[in-house]
């Protein structure tokens, strides 16, 4: 018990300040992709499309309709296309309004 | 004009009811008439037991010189006879207003009522009876009217058992009530029971004793004493639910009558070790009634084993209040005695309630078991409610009548120490230590009792189809208000029984039984204190508290109604409840050496090399012990000396003119001598 | 009652603290594993104010995670319809918000097909400090930030610290 203790204060306070100071470990999980919209032809987008297993990604004419909710993060879009698609580093998405987390990507002209 | 007249009136009355009963009770009018009759001889035994408390003694009367077999009749209303008569009319308006509706107009009715009658005619001949001779025929013609009773429908083996478990085991103690009687009589010289009490004093303490013991046993048969019990639940689920009613409410009662009347009036024995015999039997009995209560799923075996338990609180205070007397403590004497016989009436009231009650359950289902039965608070709400009453009562809850007189009890076994014996003293704290215990289980037991049939949800398709149309109200929610009155009139009951104690002991408790208008103390103005009158009223009020803070601070808000959180189920189903013998299943584990359960589980897979699983048989038997190991060894030892002398009738004729020769050899030599 | 509204009663009514119920619509209880280590030491969910209840009556927010299985809807309404008002549900998790089994037979897809959902909070699972932020948001303590992040790169914002 007193071993337990003294250790304990050797190591100090482990718990976080969040949120009133940012959290060190955020830096490591996993987020959901941010899409660089100069590289994102419809051909592409169309690839991601069919390759989301979740359905997060559709493509509504020139834009890339892009429902962050149904992100799992699982990385197969930056996997696979990735100048396209980076890891945002987002993850405080909590939101009031389900609409405010889809988000409109506007394409590249051009199906290349 | 004496409780004598009354007395006389209801016998009149009941008497016509037999007759009216077996003559045309086929026909529904017949029937209410002779109900009809029947209560209002009640009104009358229960006005002239109520009067007789306070009245005293009448003289031994014999009207008109009659006489029965053996000498004259001879007739006294006691005052310690009073309660007893008093709670015989009560019961009996009680059936009375009950028969009608459980009773079809048939010639089986006819004859069943006519042997009611008959009965109740009887016990109140039993309570007046002033000579041992008229006491003696009145005890046996309300055994055999009872007897009669039971076997209402007679051809089925289980009523035909009950009824010869319950005449058999009443002749056994008739035999030793009849000895005991002979003791007393020809100790003192009297057969009138005035003079026996008179001179009781005469007889030596050893023959009073023995006197007193032999109708310990004798009268211990009728009162359900254990080992004496058996007949107990072995008869009253097999009687109609009046009968059942009748044979707990009054004639148990009865026995316990004939054992106050031998410790208090004619047999008082000295020293100790009979009242500490008696308080140890009434607590054995007393915990043992209600263990084998938990294990019974039949409503009326279940009953009929509580009777046992109240029986023996109510002895175990006698006991006590003999202790006491031994030890020259006569307030407490006098007080435990007055407990004990307010125990009878309170007790006779809600057993026999609850026994109408099971009959109307009986009737609006189609079954005793209570695994059978859930949710009947629904479908038969006042029958419900007035079950709940006398449910309260017996599991001794404040503020019924219940808890005031097993109040009374425990005060007055609380104050052994007064006795300044350390030995008797410990002995009457383990009486009160089991009847602790006692009063926890009846609790857990009527929980069980109230809750597995009443509550929850029905569990077959026959519980779910009750219906209170037609069913009785009028007689069982009589004695649920005289339940209510018991209780909170509770100081008036008692001055009365004071006046009647004075009569019996010569102790006047007076200001040490109720100091002030409405309180109750245990005859020392030390020790403890209750007001039931106050209790209840408080009771009430409290509950009003909750709805006036509700109609004071309702929420402002809009507010909705939605369903009990039941952890988001979408749908119950029956067989997630309790059953009856789940819910004691605690009792029956703890208490495995008293039940020695047998139990066979037989699996399919048992059989089944494949090891296939299907429906498990489970079957767990609670073995009768008195039965299998005193009363079997008993009979079969009869059977033997039966066998020993079998011989002597052969079939053979001429052995038979050899006895009649050999005996009028005899009756030469014996005259010629 | 708008959002704003809903926020602004929260924290006047809850002030300070506030009984979480979770409820489980049939995910893979990953989500839930993510939920109970916000009473763990490191995240320690207490010193905000915030507990964990297990009794809908008690409860003032129901966290639901999982694609809310047909099967459950109906315990899932009674959970909802016992808990007194005011109440915010929060659905949390990718099989939540819709993805996942959007067209699964046996599932409505989304909790919103149910119950009445106050706050997203997307992840798969959503890790410890997206669901205090949510938590936050839904008490009215933090503000909402996903609103003003466009998810395209290179000028998305830098990471800034969560507001008090």
Known sequence: MTLWFLRGLRRGVVTTRYPARPDGSAEHLPTPPAFHPQALTRHVADDLVALCPSGALRRDDDTLLYDVGKCTACGRCAAEAPDVATPSGEFELAATDRSVLIKRIPLQGGSR | MTPLTFLYAAAAAWGAAALLGLLTARVPAGLMACCALSALGGAAAAAGGGWSLVYGDTPVVSPGGATVVGGPLQLQATSLAGVFTALLGVVAVAIACYAPRYHTPSRGTSLYLAAYNVALVACLAVLAAGGMVTFLIAWETMSLACYLLILRHPRAEPVARGAFWFLALSEAGFLLVVAAFVILSSKTGFTTLAGIAGHAGSVPGGWRAAAFLLALIGFGFKAGLVPLHVWLPEAHPVAPADGSAFLSGVVVKLGIYGIALFAFRLAPPAGTWPGLVTMGAGAVTAAIGILYAMAERDIKRFLAFSTIENAGIIVTAFGAAMIFHAYRLQTLWAFLLIAGIYHVANHGCYKTLLFLEAGVTEHATGTRDMDRLGGLIHRMPRSAVIAFAGTLGIAALPPLNGFVSEWLIFQGLFQGFRTGSHLTGILIVLAAATLGLTGGLAIYAFVRGFGIPYLGMPRTRQAAAATEKGQPILGPGLLAVVCVALAVGAPIVLAALARAVRTVTGVTLGPLLLPGKLTVIPAHTDFAAFSPTYLAVFLVCALAVPGLIYLAGRPRARSVSVPVWDGGMVSFRPRMQYSAMTFSAPTRVTFDALYRPSVSVTRPSDDDPAGRSGPVHYEAQVTPVFQRYLYRPFVRCLEWLADLVRPIQSGDVNLYLLYVFAVILLAYFLGAV | ?164
Do not use: N
């Open chain 3, 1 to 164: 009652m708008t959002p704003e509204e809903l926020r602004e009663t929260v924290a006047r009514q809850f002030g300070r603290s506030l009984h979480i119920r979770t409820l489980d619509t049939g995910s893979c209880a990953v989500c839930e594993q993510e939920i109970r280590l916000l009473a763990a030491p490191h995240y320690d969910l207490h010193r905000l104010g915030f507990f964990f209840t297990p009794a809908p009556r008690h409860a003032d927010l129901l966290l639901v995670t999982g694609p809310m299985i047909r099967a459950f809807a109906a315990a899932a309404s009674k959970t909802y319809e016992a808990m007194p008002g005011p109440k915010v549900v929060v659905a949390t998790g990718a099989c939540a918000l819709g993805g996942v089994y959007p067209s699964d037979p046996f599932t409505h897809g989304t909790v919103d097909a149910v119950l009445p959902v106050d706050v997203w909070i997307p992840g798969c699972p959503p890790s410890p400090l997206a669901l205090l932020q949510g938590l936050g948001v839904a008490v009215g303590r933090l503000a909402e930030r996903v609103r003003d992040l466009p998810f395209t790169a290179p000028d998305h914002p830098e990471r800034t610290r969560g507001d008090s």
